[in-house]
């Protein structure tokens, strides 16, 4: 059971350039999370599907954009990469038709901004 | 504006002692408080959620309290082996927040052979 998905696991971008962060789930979780987590600041959302065919802003949610193309994939954009998006990305599912469930993790994507 | 803060940053205990790492929050109106734990390189792995109407959640050697009125969770770990070093957080989801959570900064935990 692979859980979540997270394509690519490192990426080295230059300033300005695009690129898509790519997340799926194969546990018909109805709601997905993107996170970014920066040294001694914990994980910070930057947005979130509730639902398919649902998208909101999160904490962070300038230079990034967001599609949910279907019930298992989640993906994050960022149109043009800045250092200070340098981080840690990762991605999360969880049922919000359950309640009280955690949500699950997928390993993270490594970004560095140049 | 939810704050969620863990201190100490950092810990360091020898093997067999037991681990307590806290957990505050500022907004008492919390959906669950979940404990997660990051090993390095890696994402983030579930512990234990304590829902709002919970007062302890129990899994083999850990135990987490929640008390609401104080916002302050506690994370017992009993009798620490090495493979307990790793990255603890705490999360809180509010209510009507759609799952989302708000983390602690995290305490990184060193068991010592």
């Known amino acids: 059971n692979a859980g979540v998905t997270q394509t690519p696991k490192f990426q080295v971008l230059k300033t300005g350039q695009s690129m898509t962060l790519q997340c799926a789930q194969d546990?018909?979780?109805?709601?997905m999370y993107w996170y970014r987590q920066d040294p001694g600041m914990g994980l910070r959302l930057i947005y979130y599907?509730?639902?398919?065919?649902?998208?909101d802003k999160g904490e962070v949610p300038n230079g990034y954009n967001v599609s949910r193309l279907n019930k298992r994939e989640f993906s994050l954009r960022l149109e043009s990469a800045a250092p200070s998006q340098t981080s840690v990305y990762f991605c999360?599912?969880?049922?919000?038709?359950?309640?009280?469930?955690?949500?699950?993790f997928g390993d993270g994507t490594r970004l560095s901004i140049l | 504006k939810q704050e969620v803060t863990q201190i100490p940053a950092a810990l360091s205990v020898p093997e067999g002692e037991n681990l307590v790492l806290n957990c505050s929050f500022t907004?008492?109106?919390?959906?669950?408080l979940q404990w997660f734990r990051q090993d390095p390189g890696k994402g983030l792995t579930s512990l234990l959620l304590?829902?709002?109407?919970?007062r302890e959640q129990t899994s083999g050697r850990l135990n987490a309290s929640l008390d609401k009125s104080s916002g302050r969770s506690t994370l017992y770990i009993a009798a620490s082996q090495p493979g307990d070093s790793a990255t603890y957080l705490c999360?809180?989801?509010?209510?009507?927040?759609?799952?989302?959570?708000?983390f602690g900064a995290g305490t990184q935990v060193v068991v010592t052979p």
């Open positions: 907004d008492s109106a919390i959906y669950n």
């Open positions: 304590i829902q709002s109407s919970q």
């Open positions: 999360a599912s969880s049922d919000m038709g359950v309640s009280n469930q955690p949500q699950h």
């Open positions: 546990m018909n979780h109805n709601s």
């Open positions: 999360a809180v989801q509010l209510t009507d927040s759609w799952g989302k959570l708000q």
């Open positions: 599907s509730a639902s398919e065919g649902t998208t």
